[in-house]
């Protein structure tokens, strides 16, 4: 991962590696399948979706397939996953889209403390025996690991000034 | 945490602790500050809302505090945050609202595999010298262990069905 280790100009380092700092264990719970890898990936959810085709779904591990129950096609989720590929320690980006660097929290990019990224997507199959749960798009990367399915809803995931 | 332990009528463990099969980790980057502890929590962030007072904030830890550059006051953020006082492995859970028991990823429980919670909130006030922000509510226990911050955005999060 060579590449992830550059800097562009204005951008800055923490002091120390986060990556170093554990204060607590994620478990992956299974993986987002897609067509995705590197040099071909969609920028976000939304070119995803503009871009449709492949066959975007969760491969959840079997152990965790009847946590499944009372979710439904058609029914938006949160995924919450790994973004396991980057440096987890520049503190101010300067991504290709913004004048000027701005702090990783003003941010969604992938390369952060804690690399979690979320994104909401609709069921549209679900096998709760095999634990696969097809979805209506993924922007991230083939064999992501997944942390948490939760399920989407207004009165939570919508702030109160929007 | 004996209470915590217990298992209502119809909840389901998983044979293994997911607490024990760590395979990332996690790094915490600062604290939520409420007046809510066990006890007199409200039970979601909208009756948080409905209560208001207390001084609800964030103490980023200092080192991260220039990552805050390009967010201001009025803006709606993500906080995510680990909610570690229950246990990790119940799969099916049956919450006192719902008729049956119910998957965990159908649920917003904290009890789940991975305990990351996410809120939507609204930024008060904002010192990035010392790392403060106010927030508008939130039904976190003091001194919950803060994960990350991201810019809520409606094109990414506010899912095509709706």
Redesign the interface.
Known sequence: MTDAQDIRAGE?P???D??G?????????GRIRSDWSKGNAPR???QA?EMGGGDPRIELDP??A??????EV?R???L?Y?M?RGRRDL??QAPRHAPE????????SPV???P?A?????ITSLDPKTGVIGI?ATDAFDMT?L????????????????
Do not use: E
Not at 101 to 108: E, K
Not at 147 to 162: N, Q, S, T
């Open positions: 800055v923490l002091d120390f986060p990556a700092r554990a204060h607590a264990g994620v478990t992956f719970i976000n959810i939304s979706r152990a965790y009847p946590g499944l129950q009372g979710l058609g938006p989720i949160w919450l790994w396991n503190i101010l660097p701005r702090g990783v929290f003003a941010l969604r952060r403390p804690n979690i979320m994104s909401a997507v609709v209506d690991p942390l948490d399915i939760k399920p989407w809803m207004a009165g939570i995931d919508i702030p109160p000034c929007i």
